[in-house]
């Protein structure tokens, strides 16, 4: 296995520790409730905070074409998709590259993590460029048919965009797969009721 994601399946990255649900995950970010990726129009499905224990690390919104309510439903949903994030506390950037190295290792299995290599390391590679992320600053990971997922930090596009449909799969389910980052935020994501305390990874 690649070096970069043997290291973020072996560490304990800043963002990927045991976390208990909240009854409530609202988000404190103001998402819009509309967006678009490369003219297609998207809406808010869903939007949350990410917490780590007790302490706030991110806002997070999820754009759609259509609303959806299940993982199954939103990685069979055709066309354009958004994840927008908002930094609520300093976040060292190798950290969170590897926090979603690692969500994305604990919910694909091992054959999808090696297959998309590539497509991984770039993602460590655009958030390790950053020192750190400070209160405030916004990244996005936007999907586009037929070219793969593109990343943002403060607006900008990083580069080119990376991996397929699968990637992208691969890439949601570190928020609402079966293991994911935080059980609220799925839930919050998704427009479902809080679930009760229930760990994640």
Partial sequence: MNRLIRAAMLAAPL?????????????????????????????????????????????????????????EELRALPGPKLLSFTALREVSGTDLGLAFIKGLSANSPKELVLKHTTSANRLIEIFSGRSKLAAGDSFAMQFIPGQGTLFFIAGQPQGTPVGDAEFFGMVLNIWVGDSPADYALKAALLGQEAPAKKSGY
């Fill in 15 to 71: 963002l990927c520790q045991p976390v208990w649900a909240a009854a409530a995950n609202a988000s404190s970010t103001p998402f819009a409730a509309d967006a678009q990726v490369l003219g297609t129009p998207l809406q808010l499905n869903g939007a949350g905070t990410r917490y780590r224990a007790v302490f706030k690390v991110y806002d997070m919104a999820l754009y759609t074409p259509r609303k959806v309510s299940s993982p």
